[in-house]
């Protein structure tokens, strides 16, 4: 199975600074169809995961253009210009080159 | 508007059976891949399960094969999980997600809890 490791595991961020989290996977994640399949998800308290950006860097709908996805290959980063106290909550990034899908521990940010 | 509902969720006692069941709607439920994903009280997501579009391909996680069963029924829009044999480890949140180029929407998840 591909072992997806996120850093940092938690990130206190002040209202309105960056935040940033990378996401590094234990091999390759370009399909052989030329397609990178890694996605980043939101999980605010209490509420299921939310699909923020897919194929490393294509925001979903709906997703506030705050929210960055940038990487190659096995190294990736979720980028949010500008914290608000709605972005609260535990990221994670997700695989889905390979079966089994995998996800990576989760990253809480929270406000300092 | 996707909407996926998550029913079926209970405590149950160890080595009993549960099925859970995902109501589909606001797309076209035949033409979409679903997963079982669950997250255990406190700890991140596990992928327990994928359906193909027409059922044809079907895998399990490790930690579920052999006790878990996935099935969907494209003319009721809805998706299952049949749990068997189930243990104190399978205690946790499942929920149901389309698939697509990335796991798209989620439901809002039902509990299990395995606990005599």
């Known amino acids: 199975d591909i072992v997806m490791t996120q850093t940092p595991l938690s990130s206190p961020v002040t209202l309105g600074q960056p935040a940033s989290i990378s996401c590094r996977s234990s091999?390759?994640?370009?399909?052989?169809?030329?397609?990178?399949?890694l996605s980043w998800l939101q999980q605010r308290p209490g509420q299921p995961p939310r699909l923020l950006i897919y194929?490393?860097?294509n925001r979903f709908s709906g997703v506030p253009d705050r929210f960055s996805g940038s990487g190659a290959g096995t190294d990736f980063t979720l980028k949010i210009s500008r914290v608000e106290a709605e972005d609260v909550g535990v990221y994670y990034c997700?695989?889905?080159?390979?079966?089994?899908?995998?996800f990576g521990q989760g990253t809480k940010v929270e406000i300092k | 508007e996707v909407q996926l509902v998550e029913s079926g969720g209970g405590l149950v006692q160890p080595g009993g059976s549960l099925r859970l069941s995902c109501a589909a709607s606001?797309?076209?439920?035949?033409?979409?891949?679903m997963n079982w994903v669950r997250q255990a009280p406190g700890k991140g997501l596990e992928w327990v399960s994928y359906?193909?579009?027409?059922?044809?391909?079907?895998y399990y996680a490790d930690s579920v094969k052999g006790r878990f069963t996935i099935s969907r029924d494209n003319a009721k829009n809805s998706l299952y999980l049949q749990m068997n044999s189930l243990r104190a480890e399978d205690t946790a949140v499942y929920y149901c997600?389309?698939?697509?180029?990335?796991?798209?929407?989620w439901g809002q998840g039902t509990l299990v809890t395995v606990s005599s």
């Open positions: 997600a389309r698939s697509g180029y990335a796991m798209s929407y």
């Open positions: 606001g797309f076209t439920f035949s033409s979409y891949s």
């Open positions: 359906i193909s579009s027409s059922s044809s391909t079907i």
């Open positions: 091999q390759s994640l370009v399909h052989s169809d030329g397609n990178t399949y």
């Open positions: 194929k490393i860097s």
């Open positions: 997700m695989q889905a080159t390979q079966f089994p899908p995998t």
